[in-house]
């Protein structure tokens, strides 16, 4: 019986002990407190994909600074993971609360983490078997009433279908902020038809603001999008959410858009070969508390399928994109006053401002 007994715990612990593969990712980690970022560090992420498909991501000996005045906190460990794939990424977004062990760095004297108790994670991640992108939020609002934020990696991957031909739309694009809005920036906008039929577009190094005051956000990439044509004209409607990420502009030394973890985006666009016109709302609430409007290019094509509101006095009702009313009962020829410029639904009808 003994015998038996020892077999079978074996052939358990070979299933679910030696099933398991553990990935150790090498890059740099940078960490935010109070809009203060600190010089990236080499550091070590382990990824253990266990026997029932889930995964396990532990960030060990984590430290607040470095040097003589780094403060450790510990090791800090996610575990029953579950990923989506898509075009060979692994995909996942985990909100855990756990306790943060004491590490095993030589020096440190003090672990912050086991006096923290429970502590509220947020971690967003894109993996590959040779890199990984992940995006760490640490609630240490009881003890140091600061949320952590922790960046490792960089978000470099190629998340896109298979592409074709792409194209390069030059416009004025408008940024409006509790309904102030910029000045006109020429700007460019990529659109790539992808084999599958799909569209992604992207819009790079996109900035809040222009010259010295100028606040980066990074990369904005859409992609798997789907268009319908009428007289010659595509348009499409997308409602995503994504990761920005960092741009590549020269003399920006800080990008928001990874800081701001799942971003939602709300795309309406028309386009010909030769012109693209599209509005596009970024949800910053989680760090702004705004949502940010922007427009591309004139709304001026022939053969539109957005319509101009008619002037008259009959009372109508305004809608966003979401289906949320923002005016109720107002006349037709005053529905668009005191809104942003976007894309509205009156009468069943998109309407341009």
């Known amino acids: 019986m ?16 030696f099933a398991q593969s553990t990935t150790t990712y090498t890059d740099d980690l940078t960490v ?19 026997a029932d498909g889930t995964y396990t991501l532990s960030l060990k000996n984590f430290m607040l600074g470095a040097g003589e005045d780094a403060l450790g906190v510990g090791n800090i460990e996610l575990s ?15 909100n855990q609360t756990i306790n943060i062990a004491e590490g095993d760095a030589e020096g440190v004297e003090t672990w912050l983490g086991p006096m923290l108790g429970d502590v509220p994670i947020v971690l967003s991640a894109k993996m590959t078997a040779e890199k990984l992108y992940c995006t760490i939020d ?8 600061q949320i952590i934020y922790v960046v490792f990696g960089t978000d470099e991957f190629n998340t896109t279908p298979e592409q ?6 030059t416009d004025n694009l408008t940024v409006t902020i509790n309904d102030e809005s910029t000045e006109p920036q020429q700007t460019n906008i990529l659109v790539a038809e992808n084999e599958d039929g799909t569209y992604t577009l992207s819009l790079k190094n996109f900035m809040l603001g222009a010259g010295e005051d100028a606040l980066g956000v990074g990369n904005i990439e859409l992609s798997g999008i789907t268009a319908t044509e009428e007289n010659g004209i ?3 409607h997308v409602n995503q959410t994504i990761n920005i990420a960092e741009g590549d502009a020269e ?6 858009g990874p800081m701001l973890g799942d971003v939602p985006i709300v795309l309406s666009a028309k386009m010909t070969e030769e012109k693209l016109y599209c509005t596009i709302d970024i949800d910053m609430m989680s760090l702004l508390e705004q949502i940010i409007n922007v427009v591309f290019g004139t709304d001026d094509f022939e053969g539109s399928n957005i319509a101009n509101i008619e002037i008259s006095d009959a009372l109508v009702n ?5 289906g949320v009313a923002v005016k109720t009962n107002v006349k037709a020829a005053n529905a668009l006053d005191g809104l942003n410029r976007g894309i509205y639904i009156i009468n069943g009808k998109k309407v341009a401002k």
């Open 2 to 17: 003994k015998k038996t007994l020892l077999t079978i715990a074996l052939a358990v612990f070979a299933l679910y002990g």
């Open 32 to 50: 935010t407190i109070n809009d203060e970022s600190t010089e990236p560090q080499e550091t070590n992420i382990l990824v253990t994909e266990n």
């Open 80 to 94: 029953g993971i579950t990923a989506t794939e898509e075009n060979g990424i692994k995909t996942f977004h985990v």
């Open 138 to 145: 640490i609630d240490m609002m009881s003890l140091l009433e």
């Open 164 to 169: 074709g031909n792409t194209t390069t739309y």
């Open 234 to 236: 595509k348009t499409f």
């Open 251 to 256: 003399g920006v030394e800080t990008w928001l």
């Open 318 to 322: 305004v809608y966003n994109l979401q």
